[in-house]
Nanobody, 128 residues
Framework: QVQLVESGGGLVQAGGSLRLSCAVS????????MGWFRQAPGKEREFVAA????????TYADSVKGRFTISRDNAQSTAYLQMNSLKPEDTAIYYC?????????????????????WGQGTQVTVAS
């Protein structure tokens, strides 16, 4: 079965960094675009970043642009989210998601509806 397993979350001071990983199994990784979303308490799930299978042409939410970097290692079937200059408002559960590339590429890549599979989430807490 398809599995997406996030890791790397935790507690960090404002200004610090974390690197999230998402290990994918059960699908041909290169056929999928990868995305990261987050959900803070009492808020809707929001788009953070996305990467096509090639890793080129990445997309970011304005709130994280210049601070977060999405990447992927197709040989390891793993996606990453490097988060620098973290702020308390980045506190949330972070989810990785996989979207079949051929449909993802023609849709709204920031929409959860473009993603077929989701991880269980990893908590990121940024202390002020």
């Amino acid at each position: 079965q398809v599995q997406l397993v996030e890791s790397g979350g935790g507690l960090v001071q404002a200004g610090g960094s974390l690197r999230l990983s998402c290990a994918v199994s059960g699908v041909t990784f290169g056929s999928y675009a990868m995305g990261w979303f987050r959900q803070a308490p009492g808020k809707e799930r929001e788009f953070v970043a996305a990467s096509p299978w090639s890793g080129l042409g990445t997309t970011y939410a304005d709130s994280v642009k210049g601070r977060f970097t999405i990447s992927r290692d197709n040989a390891q079937s793993t996606a990453y989210l490097q988060m620098n200059s973290l702020k308390p408002e980045d506190t949330a559960i972070y989810y990785c998601a996989a979207g079949l590339y051929k449909t993802w590429v023609v849709g709204d890549r920031s929409s959860p509806a473009q993603y077929n599979y989701w991880g269980q989430g990893t908590q990121v807490t940024v202390a002020s």
